[in-house]
């Protein structure tokens, strides 16, 4: 492995290797640096993705690397201990104290899910305990829904997950009140509401089978709905300048680009849910295959303001 490339891409999901791969295309020397472990492992498979669809999250990352490795990119298992500014780029320590050179940054680090504080809601996360209905809710129609009030959106979660089930109900757990409109809106979809604070799921057969609340009360269900809390995974990267800022919706954490997906800080691109949070596998590819393009030009630009000021020099010299 070279010491020295073009682009180092911090992360190997869809969108970091979307972007190494668009990068090795246009013939540039990229290195991808990924810990082996996408946020979306838990779930089944990737839904939503056309030609793609229902395709386990790993063996997608295994395509995308094959690919990457056919047009000259290379990928390292591990993870960043640390990314620094140096004068003509940057310096990215991989654990281990491996450190290579690159000349500009795609990080594609995702997000964290930060989960309600309830026991088997994090065991369950991306089978049966579920956020994203266009994600998963296929799988679940016409089954049994909780959703987990938790904050100013269940009320909105419990409407959307009805378009794929009717038989949906809503814990109110730490959420809000629901206000009258919304209780209108709920009676009128059929979405019973369940006052108390949930304690825990029940689990039989590795199967969600109920929801247990507080004073003992279980309500069946095959699926419940979280919201999770989104926050970019940059710590590692903190000696860069990088900085978040929070999703006024949901209260999430993304770290702020422009429409190209480059950062406040020069030379560093975003792309994925790093910087939307919002995106599913499909859309964090395209805005990976965007910024890469915006990032290529740069590089086109320093590689000819180089070369210029080469022939310069070459014909001062000459002269």
Request: include cysteine; aromatic fraction near 4%.
């Amino acid at each position: 492995m070279s010491d020295e490339y073009d682009v180092v891409v911090i992360g190997g999901g869809a969108a970091g290797l979307e972007g190494a791969l668009m990068l090795a295309r246009a013939r540039r020397s990229v290195l991808v640096i990924d810990a082996g472990d996408p946020r979306n492992a838990p779930a089944a498979g990737v839904h939503g993705f056309l030609s793609r669809d229902g395709v386990p999250p790993t063996e997608l990352t295994g395509i995308g690397r094959n690919e990457v490795r056919r047009y000259g990119g290379r990928i390292v298992e591990g993870t960043v201990a640390d990314a620094r500014r140096v004068e003509d780029g940057f310096t990215v320590t991989i654990t281990g104290d491996r450190v290579v050179r690159a000349r500009r940054l795609l990080v594609t680090t995702g997000l964290v899910d930060e989960l309600p504080d309830v026991p088997g809601v994090r065991e369950r996360w991306g089978r049966d305990v579920l956020h994203c209905p266009y994600c998963h809710g296929w799988e679940i129609a016409d089954q049994p829904v909780g959703v987990l009030a938790t904050g100013p959106m269940s009320v909105h979660q419990a409407l959307m997950f009805r378009q794929w089930t009717d038989d949906v109900v809503l814990f109110r757990h730490t959420g809000p009140e629901p206000t009258a409109e919304q209780l209108e809106q709920l009676e009128a979809r059929g979405v019973p509401v369940v006052e108390g604070v949930v304690d825990s799921l029940v689990i039989d057969d590795d199967r969600l089978t109920g929801v247990r609340l507080a004073d003992g009360t279980v309500v069946e269900r095959a699926a419940l709905v979280v919201a999770p809390r989104f926050v970019a995974r940059v710590d590692a990267l903190a000696s860069l300048g990088l900085e978040t800022e929070i999703e006024p919706m949901s209260g999430g954490q993304f770290v702020p680009a422009d429409w190209s997906g480059l950062t406040k800080v020069p030379g560093v691109w975003v792309a994925g849910n790093v910087t939307d949070i919002k995106a599913q596998v499909l859309g964090a590819a395209a805005g990976a295959a965007l910024a890469t393009t915006a990032l290529n030009n740069d590089l086109i630009v320093e590689d000819t303001n180089r070369a210029v000021a080469e022939l310069r020099a070459r014909q001062q010299k000459g002269a």
